[in-house]
Nanobody
């Protein structure tokens, strides 16, 4: 199974920026889609942004224009650049990687947006 490890969370003021990274282990099967989900206290986990092996992206409406996802296939790593952060972006952010046989989740990284 693919292993994924997130990094880059932290505390930031409203309007600030953070970049999350997710490094995926090499696997027998190629990763087809990789990206980020988040879960705020008392809420369900939701999609933030994902990117396919061909580079096609999908963003939640709430982050369009503020977040950018990109993928370095050579490093098997995906990045989430988060700009203009808002308090409502506060959540645990999880990396998810899918192959034709696996659906793997990371442990999560906390992002807190607060003054």
């Amino acid at each position: 199974q693919v292993q994924v490890v997130e990094s880059g969370g932290g505390l930031v003021q409203p309007g600030g920026s953070l970049r999350l990274s997710c490094a995926a282990s090499r696997n027998r099967f190629s990763i087809t889609v990789i990206g980020w989900y988040r879960q705020a206290p008392g809420k369900q986990r939701e999609l933030v942004a994902v990117i396919s092996s061909s580079g096609r992206t999908n963003y939640a409406d709430s982050v369009k224009g503020r977040f950018t996802i990109n993928r370095d296939n050579a490093k098997n790593t995906v990045y989430l650049q988060m700009n203009s952060l808002k308090p409502e972006d506060t959540a645990v952010y999880y990396c998810n990687a899918r192959t034709i046989v696996d659906n793997s989740w990371g442990q999560g990284t906390q992002v807190t947006v607060s003054s």
